[in-house]
C-alpha cells in the first residue's frame, strides 16, 4: 500500500534506509506491507514540508475497508478482552522496547514527514517509550474501590471492563506520540485500537504499525488489536456514528472537535477531546527572567508553534515590559530557521502552504485590528526554503480581546500584552474560549499560589517557571472550555477506556432491601 516517490529511491537513500528499516517498502508494486492494515481506495501523496519532496504515495481506506476492520477488530476484542491485564502489559512492553531500538529511524521520519526539529522528533519517540512504560505498570493496578454496603452479610466494590474498540483520531503535529498515549492505555485495559492519523502524516503511522505487527506476530497474536485507516475521506466521520466505536478519541482542532463530539453524543457514545489552545504566560516583576526565558522562546516558536501547547500570549507586568519585549526580540534574532534535520536549527516548516496561507493572513489581521509587529514575520525564500513552508516566527504588540488573538492560529505568532495587577492578568489569561495550559513565571509564592488557586488559572494545565508546552506524560493531558474537557495519558486517564461496574455481593441467608424497604409476603 506503500509506493516509494522516485526521488526518495534515487537521490535520498538515507530516508530509504529510515523507511526500510521501519517496515515502509514497496513490495509487489506497491501493496501491502502487513497485516491489519485496510487500504483499497485511491492513493494520496505525502510530500515533506522540509524539501517539498514526495516522499511516498499510501493507499487509503474506503467505507467498505472500515466494515472489514470494525469486523476483525471486534473479533480481536473478544480475545484480547480476555488476556490478563498485566500480561497485555507484557505487549505493551515489548512494544516500548521496539520503540527504543527504532528510536533514531522513527524520530528522524517524524522530522522529515511533518517537519518538527530532530530533537523534537526524537523527543515524540521518547514520549512514547515513556508513556509504554507507564501503561505496563497501570497494567498492574487497574484499581475499583470497595465500600461498606449498608446492609448486613453484603460486599460492595467496583471494577473496571475494558470498552471494546477505541477510535483514535490523530493529528499532524504529533504524529506518533498523541496515537500512542491513548493506543497503550487502550491496550492494557483491554480494549481493541482503529487507528485514523492525519493524511498529512500517513508514512508515521505506517511505521509504528508495521513495529506493533512485529511485536504482534513475535507473540502469535491475532490481527486487529491494533488497526490503521488512512483515509482523508468519511472513515473518521463513520466511526463517530457507529455504535460499535464506544469511545472515540480525537485531537484536533476545535472546529473539527465539535463534529466529532456531537457525532459521538448523539449516540451517547464517549469521547476524549483534546482541542485547540489560545496558552498564556504571565510573566510578573518576581520572574526569573534568565531563567524562564528559553521556556517562554521554545513554548512560542517550537514546533513552529505547531502544539496545542504553544505560547500564543505573554501577559507582562508593566514594570519591566519593555526589558522582556527587548530580550524577546533580542532572543528571536538568533532563531536559527531551517531544514529540522539539522540540529543547528531551531525552527523548521509549517506542514504545509495552507498553514502559511493561514500565518500570513493573521498577522494581516493582527495588524488590521490594531496590533503592532515587533518582530515582522514573512515567508523564507531561496536555497533551503524551496517548499515554500518555512515562515520567520513573529511577535505583534495585541489586545487580548481582538479576535484574531481570541482565535488559535497554528503558527508561530506571540501576542504580548501589559498588565498592573495580577488580578487583570489572570483574568486576560482566562479571557479566552480555550483552556489548555498556561504558565506563570514567578519566585513569589503568593503570586504562584493565587494562580493555581481556585481564582487563578482556568484551564487543564497550569505551571509555575517553565513554559506551557511540554508536558511530561505522567500527568493527565488535556484542557477545558473549548480545548474539549478530555485527559488522557497519564494519572488517571486510563479510566476513560473502561466501564466502570459496582457490584453488590449479598453472601447472607436473607435477602435485605436497601432503603430500608420492606417487601414481605
Ligand atoms: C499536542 O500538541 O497535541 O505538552 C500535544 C506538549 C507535548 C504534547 C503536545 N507533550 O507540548
Redesign the pocket.
Known sequence: MVILATNIKNDYTFMENILKSLGIQEINNGCSTGTNYFASGDVIESFSPVDGKLIAKVKVATENDYEKVVQVATEAFKFWRNVPAPKRGEIVRQYGEKLRAKKNDLGKLVSYEMGKSLQEGLGEVQ?MIDICDFAVGVSRQLYGLTMHSERESHRMYEQWHPLGIVGIIS?F??PV??WNWNSALAWICGDVCIWKPSSKVPLCAVACHNIWNEVAKANNLPEGISCLLVSPGSVGEKMCEDNRVPLVSA?GSTRVGKIVGTKVANRFGRSIL?LGGNNAVIITPNADLQACLPGIVFGSVGTAGQ???TTRRLIIHEDIYEDVKQKLISAYKQLRIGNPLDENNHVGPLIDKNAVKDYLVSIERVIAEGGKILVPGGVLEGKGYESGCYVKPCIAEAKNEFSIVQHETFAPILYIMKYKTLDEAIELQNSVPQGL?SSIMTLNMREAEQFLSTNGSDCGIANVNIGT???EIGGA?GGEKETGGGRESGSDSWKAYMRRQTNTINYGTKLTLSQGIKFDF
Request: aromatic share 12%; hydrophobic share 40%.
Open positions: 514520549e493529528a503535529n504529533f506520540a498523541v485531537t483534546e502544539r496545542c501547547t495550559s508546552s511540554g508536558a493531558f
